[in-house]
């Protein structure tokens, strides 16, 4: 079936360690492809986004998230974390052939990081 | 508004009871989407509006679910008949552009329902 899917559940870092977020999304053709993020007790809010060109991209708060067509993934980075980038991160697909903006959501990661 | 607000935040009601969720999008905003979350999963969609008309109900998981948006604003997803399964988290976004794939949508802070 269809899926976007991401690998961790649960992610546990101290503060200044690097952040890697896998996602894979099993789409061919072309894709738009997004990471959303919900802080404790906010909203949804776009972290960043792809749609063509080139594959990394750079998002708010220093996040930056790589498109590799081969891979079929779109994997979510931050070299250095902070205690406030604790969240929960959804990695998200519109396919190509959707005639309308239905977002397909992966089941979230969850990130904690230790002070 | 300044953003998408839904109501209520909170909704608790006994199994069989019918519950009205509220989305009031972004002011201008044209399409409107609703979305379906529960525990420890991400969003799922349900339907969405381009101005009033539904475009697309796919998602609504049976026929208790239905969703309308009679003046192209305010949208409201009904759950007639509810049951324990139902409980999850209800989004809303809206997006200021009809379907494209470029196009953003912005989340509503949700409706929580819990169904004893």
């Known amino acids: 079936a269809q899926s976007v899917s991401q690998h961790n559940h649960h992610v546990i870092l101290s503060e200044a360690a690097s952040l890697e977020l896998g996602c894979n999304y099993s789409?061919?053709?072309?894709?738009?492809l997004f990471w959303y993020v919900q802080y404790p007790g906010q909203h949804l809010q776009l972290l960043l986004k792809?749609?063509?060109?080139?594959?990394l991209v750079k998002g708010i708060k220093g996040f930056e998230a790589e498109f590799i067509k081969s891979k079929f993934s779109f994997n979510l980075r931050k070299p250095s974390v902070q205690w406030s980038d604790t969240a929960e991160y959804f990695c998200?697909?519109?396919?190509?052939?959707?005639?309308?903006?239905?977002?397909?959501f992966g089941s979230g990661t969850r990130l904690s990081i230790r002070p | 508004g300044a953003g998408v607000s839904q109501s209520p935040r909170y909704k608790v009601t006994k199994r069989g009871q019918d519950v009205a969720l509220r989305c009031d999008p972004i002011?201008?905003?044209?399409?409107l989407y609703w979305y379906r979350q529960a525990l420890g999963q991400g969003p799922e969609f349900l339907t969405y509006?381009?101005?009033?008309?539904?475009?697309?109900k796919s998602g609504l998981p049976n026929d208790r679910f239905s969703a309308e948006r009679p003046e192209g604003s305010i949208s409201t997803l009904t759950i007639q008949r509810t049951e324990q399964r139902d409980s999850a988290m209800y989004r809303c976004?809206?997006?200021?552009?009809?379907?494209?794939?470029?196009?953003?949508?912005?989340f509503g802070p949700g409706t929580r329902l819990t169904v004893l």
């Open positions: 002011s201008g905003h044209v399409s």
């Open positions: 789409y061919g053709g072309t894709v738009n």
């Open positions: 509006f381009n101005y009033e008309a539904q475009q697309d």
């Open positions: 976004a809206s997006s200021p552009r009809t379907s494209g794939v470029s196009n953003e949508q912005f």
């Open positions: 792809y749609f063509s060109g080139d594959p």
């Open positions: 998200a697909v519109i396919p190509g052939y959707s005639s309308a903006s239905k977002i397909i």
